[in-house]
């Protein structure tokens, strides 16, 4: 027996990935053995007894009755504590498991937490015994290489519990293999004739079994490929699954960026257009020129707009919905309603029949105009906009440069400011009876 190496011990260790019974049953023997190669000592499955071996399940000493030399005591409690660090790595065990719950009671001993291990998966610590070997079994969910785990491990404890020695090498156990597979019917069809001639039983003995149950449900005419293509054409087919759609943005503060204001009900007639908001905190001032809407401008400033977060959103869907119809006359006359989003057209929504409504919402639309107007009239002086001075209350005045001097008289004079869709250069139309002085509507 070689030296004790830790390192080779936690250097690609055996995971146990099944919990079950059986699973338990199955790791421990290649466990076991990646022990012997790294030089530490692991007792053999199946030579565990009944009542014997206090914690460990074997004995050190001069005994017949003991498992192993009095010599081996000393290297065996030198052991138990790296195999007990190895029994708690985190990846041992799945996720989801108790075991490494018990291997915590253990206090470092990893001979007695292999124990604890296997416990209730041996058929020598179980009261009835038999109980293991009540039924055959079946493959249902499992593949076939798992089912052929399984069932081996069911000889084997039938072997140890009935003292009956059996294996897949006779055809009667390969004949119930068979049975509780998953595809019995295909199976037992296609190799019923080479089981009966004789001359083809080896590829029926051992591990060959397999491989000869593989290759036929590998065939293009097997339940298996059949069910894999039907599922792999069903995905295939299956429609494509539409992106979520959020809930519309709606600002609750002044933007100082660009937002987006929104219109319509549904995500498929939402649409967005970009409003540009300026800064309003500075104001110019200017001599006031004639001006027939210097009265109801300058009653406008006077009136206190809230603005509250509903304020916004009702100038932003206001802006929103006059592009639109510009872009596409039509719509105002479609469902749903361009405003409100009902199922009606644009001329009989009832928030256009409020009269008071739509007087209260122009006289904020426009508050919201002329601050625009303002900011915009003291970046460009030459603009004809006239602004509220903020020293004298009541009289407006038109900004000018303060030391520049005044454009010459043959210079063209500049064409009306259109807040609407702050266009500049497309006012060939404009009526300043029927218009707004600063910009259509």
Not at 70 to 85: A, G
Not at 314 to 336: E, F, T, W
């Amino acid at each position: 027996m070689q030296e004790p190496s830790e390192k080779a011990l936690k250097r690609d260790p055996v995971i146990c990935r099944d919990d079950t019974l059986a699973g338990i049953r199955q790791w421990y023997t290649p466990f076991a053995q990646h022990l012997f190669d790294s030089g530490f000592y692991c007792h053999p499955f199946w030579c565990f007894r009944r009542d014997h071996g206090g914690p460990w399940g074997f004995t050190c000493g001069a005994d017949p009755d003991d498992d192993l030399p009095q010599r081996m005591l000393m290297p065996i409690n030198c052991m138990k504590q790296p195999l007990y660090r190895l029994l708690m790595q985190k990846d041992m065990f799945p996720r989801d498991s108790n075991i490494p719950t018990l291997i915590e009671s253990c206090n470092g001993d990893g001979y007695e937490a292999l124990k604890t291990i296997i416990f209730k998966a041996h058929p020598v610590f179980h009261e009835q015994p038999a109980t293991f070997i009540t039924f055959y079994p079946s493959q249902r969910h499992l593949t076939l290489h798992k089912y052929y785990g399984l069932f081996k491990d069911y000889l084997q404890l039938r072997a140890f519990i009935q003292n009956y020695d059996s294996d897949l090498d006779n055809d009667r156990e390969i004949d119930v293999f068979l049975k509780n597979s998953r595809y019995a019917e295909f199976l037992n069809q296609v190799t019923r004739d080479e089981r009966r001639g004789g001359h083809m039983n080896h590829k029926y003995r051992g591990k060959q079994l397999m491989e000869t149950l593989n290759a036929y449900l590998m065939a293009a005419d097997s339940p298996m490929m059949l069910e894999q293509m039907a599922a792999a054409k069903g995905l295939a087919k299956s429609p494509p699954t539409k992106a979520p759609t959020g809930k519309p943005f709606l600002p609750k503060k002044a933007p100082t960026a660009t937002p987006a204001a929104f219109v319509g009900t549904d995500a498929e007639t939402r649409v967005s257009f970009p409003v540009h908001h300026l800064n309003l905190d500075s104001t110019a001032t200017d001599d006031s020129g004639d001006d027939p809407f210097s009265d109801l401008i300058e009653d406008m400033y006077d009136i206190e707009v809230p603005l509250d977060d509903d304020a916004i959103a009702m100038y932003h869907h206001y802006g929103a919905c006059i592009h639109m119809i510009k872009n596409d006359v039509n719509r105002a006359s479609l469902q749903p309603c361009i405003v409100c989003g009902g199922d009606h057209q644009f001329s009989d929504c009832r928030v256009l029949k409020n009269t008071e409504f739509l007087k209260q919402h122009y006289i904020r639309y426009c508050q919201q105009i002329r601050r625009e107007a303002t900011a915009r009239a003291f970046e460009d002086p030459s603009s004809k906009i006239p602004v509220k001075d903020s020293k004298k209350k009541g009289i407006l005045k038109k900004p000018t440069l303060a030391s520049n001097p005044k454009p010459p008289a043959s210079a063209p004079a500049p064409a009306a400011t259109n807040f609407v869709d702050f266009q500049v250069d497309d006012d060939d139309d404009f009526d300043g009876d029927l218009d707004f002085q600063s910009g259509r509507i």
